[in-house]
Nanobody
């Protein structure tokens, strides 16, 4: 079973940047895909970004496209979310997630992901 440990959340001013990290441990295969989701106050969990097992394919929610970048370092079993030009509406608990899948490289449905991190709070002040 995959265990995910997140870090990097915090409080930043609007326009600032943060980099979230999520390290995977436990028993898993290299074909695992990774994604980031977030849940703001009073909102449902929403998709943010996803990356294929090879890192060759990425996909972003329209709300973060051009500002966020997802990447992974398979040697470190770690996925990153670089967040630039942060806005107050980006305030949320951010979750990393993992799934097994070799046929479909990208999934944006939370139900496709079987493993989740504990979440890390990102707060953007205006």
């Amino acid at each position: 079973q995959v265990q995910l440990i997140e870090s990097g959340g915090g409080l930043v001013q609007a326009g600032g940047s943060l980099r979230l990290s999520c390290a995977a441990s436990g028993r898993f295969f290299s074909s695992i895909g990774m994604g980031w989701f977030r849940q703001g106050p009073g909102k449902e969990r929403e998709f943010v970004a996803a990356i294929s097992w090879s890192g060759g394919s990425t996909y972003y929610a329209e709300a973060v496209k051009g500002r966020f970048t997802i990447s992974r370092d398979n040697a470190k079993n770690t996925v990153y979310l670089q967040m630039n030009s942060l806005k107050p509406e980006d305030t949320a608990v951010y979750y990393c997630a993992a799934r097994y899948g070799t046929v479909v490289p990208i999934r944006i449905d939370a139900k496709a992901y079987g493993y989740w991190g504990q979440g890390t709070q990102v707060t953007v002040s205006s």
